[in-house]
């Protein structure tokens, strides 16, 4: 799949899943293990400015496209890259932005070298002196 039919999939697959009038959708994609797990998260706003959850209850071929771009840009030799924001406008004018959130990652590997939670937290304190658990970017 190139990068534009990637793209395709990923703009269709939010557009698809909102269900009432919108004007920008917000898809914010964090890529784990080395691209191999994906977590995503959004909101889009309605015509009236409102602020409404995005659904993610994306098919599978979603998350294997957000892989597979992982695997194009790393083949690339494009920068490192955890965090995929993608703003969608509802008729369809897009705009991506990569970038890096090295607490992410270190909550990553702490967790795949078998690492607990109570000993992140510690970690994530001592480290980034912070205790809340909310870490939306």
Do not use: C
Not at 18 to 31: E, K, S
Not at 67 to 77: D, F, S, V
Not at 123 to 129: L, M, P, T, V
């Amino acid at each position: 799949m190139t990068t534009n039919e990637i793209y395709d999939v990923l703009t269709d697959a939010i557009s698809s899943v909102i269900p009432d009038d919108w004007t920008i959708a917000r898809l914010n994609v964090q890529l784990l293990s080395d691209g191999q797990e994906i977590e995503f998260d959004g909101t889009y706003l309605t015509p009236a400015g409102e602020a409404e959850p995005l659904s993610t209850d994306f098919p599978d071929e979603v998350t294997e496209a957000v892989q597979e771009l992982y695997l194009h840009r790393k083949n690339e030799g494009q920068p490192r890259a955890n965090l995929l924001q993608i703003d969608l406008t509802a008729q369809g004018k897009f705009t991506t932005d990569f970038s890096w959130d090295q607490e992410i990652q270190d909550e990553d590997d702490h967790f795949n070298n078998g690492g607990t939670a109570r000993e992140w937290m510690e970690i994530r304190k001592a480290k980034y002196g912070s205790e809340d658990e909310d870490t939306t970017v």
